[in-house]
């Protein structure tokens, strides 16, 4: 079965940092795209950011490009998001999923930006 576990979140001040994890297993993690997306509260679920299979392309949305970076380790089916310079407007759950998504969704990882 497909798991996804979310971790790394937590309450940081504005301009602070947090680096995101994600485990998976139950599928093939090196041989599909993947990405993280998030969700405020009474928001839809935004993409934020995605890795190629062969981790030299990857593409952000530009309310993140050039604060957050994405990372993968395929030999150890992790997912890393690296978030510099956070802003209010980041407070939210993160997910990962692969592209196309799988069936199954991990909990998220609440990330809460405030002074």
């Known amino acids: 079965q497909v798991q996804l576990v979310e971790s790394g979140g937590g309450l940081v001040q504005p301009g602070g940092s947090l680096r995101l994890s994600c485990a998976a297993s139950?599928?093939?993690?090196?041989?599909?795209?993947l990405s993280w997306l998030r969700q405020s509260p009474g928001k839809g679920l935004e993409w934020i950011s995605e890795?190629?299979?062969?981790?030299?392309?990857?593409y952000y949305t530009a309310s993140v490009k050039g604060r957050f970076t994405i990372s993968r380790d395929s030999a150890k089916n992790m997912l890393y998001l690296q978030m510099n310079s956070l802003k209010p407007e980041d407070t939210a759950v993160y997910y990962c999923?692969?592209?196309?998504?799988?069936?199954?969704w991990g909990q998220g990882t609440q990330v809460t930006v405030s002074s």
């Open positions: 890795i190629l299979t062969g981790s030299a392309s990857t």
């Open positions: 139950g599928f093939t993690f090196s041989n599909v795209a």
């Open positions: 999923n692969a592209d196309p998504p799988t069936r199954s």
